[in-house]
């Protein structure tokens, strides 16, 4: 059974550059689409990139100069990069993978299928 | 970015009733394909969200059948048949229409 796990720090000051890792277990990340969505403190969902199995990315604009996902096939991670921190992107941040379903007559969606538990990233001065 | 509207954001429910959440999207989801780009979520207390209905209508793998989405265009409804204690959380509407994808505020669910 695949597993989603997100590893990294939970504290950081303002202007501080937020490295997050997400451990795939049980599955490849040569599969699959692959994300990051966060959750600010009593506000809605918020998506943040994707990134496929062969490296292509796609950004929200409102994070994208701010933000770089990659993939390293070698350890089965995928990672968020968040410079320029403020204390507005104090949130739970998720990874998650895109199930890719395919519906007549060859229609190809994708929705996030799997989560990992999220970790909390605080930024404060 | 198309703003997703959930209805209501506190549900009260009887284990046994029916209960529906409505979704409203700022532009249309339906795709000339006939389907409707949207997505229900619940996220239950002290989990990670786990999906429910995609492309509208469509249940997941492992989704119980009194789970059941509706609506076309901008306007959807999630319903569930008859609520069981399992199914407290927060519930979310997820628009894939259009990037980026984002999120009604969510329904907050739990028995009366």
């Known amino acids: 059974q695949v597993q989603l796990q997100e590893s990294g720090p939970g504290l950081f000051k303002p202007s501080e550059t937020l490295t997050l890792t997400c451990t795939v277990f049980?599955?490849?990340?040569?599969?699959?689409?692959w994300s990051w969505l966060r959750q600010p403190p009593g506000d809605r969902l918020e998506w943040i990139a994707y990134i496929d199995h062969s490296g292509d990315t796609n950004y929200n604009p409102s994070l994208k100069s701010r933000t770089t996902i990659s993939l390293d096939t070698s350890k089965n991670q995928f990672s968020l990069r968040l410079n320029s921190m403020t204390a507005t992107d104090t949130a739970m941040y998720y990874c998650?993978?895109?199930?890719?379903?395919?519906?007549?007559?060859?229609?190809?969606?994708?929705?996030?299928?799997?989560w990992g538990p999220g970790t909390l990233v605080t930024v404060s001065s | 970015d198309i703003v997703m509207t959930q209805s209501p954001l506190s549900l009260p429910v009887t284990p046994g009733e029916p209960a529906s959440i409505s979704c409203r999207s700022s532009?249309?989801?339906?795709?000339?394909?006939?389907?409707?780009?949207l997505d229900w979520y619940l996220q239950r207390p002290g989990q990670s969200p786990q999906v429910l209905i995609y492309?509208?209508?469509i249940r997941a793998s492992g989704v119980p059948d009194r789970f059941s989405g509706s609506g076309s265009g901008t306007d959807f409804t999630l319903r569930i048949s008859r609520v069981e204690a399992e199914d407290v959380g927060v519930y979310y509407c997820?628009?894939?229409?259009?990037?980026?994808?984002?999120f009604g505020q969510g329904t907050k669910v739990e028995i009366k």
């Open positions: 997820m628009q894939a229409q259009q990037a980026p994808r984002t």
């Open positions: 532009q249309s989801l339906l795709r000339t394909n006939g389907y409707n780009y």
């Open positions: 492309l509208g209508s």
């Open positions: 998650a993978r895109l199930f890719r379903a395919v519906q007549p007559p060859a229609i190809t969606y994708h929705y996030f299928d799997l």
């Open positions: 049980s599955g490849s990340v040569t599969t699959h689409y």
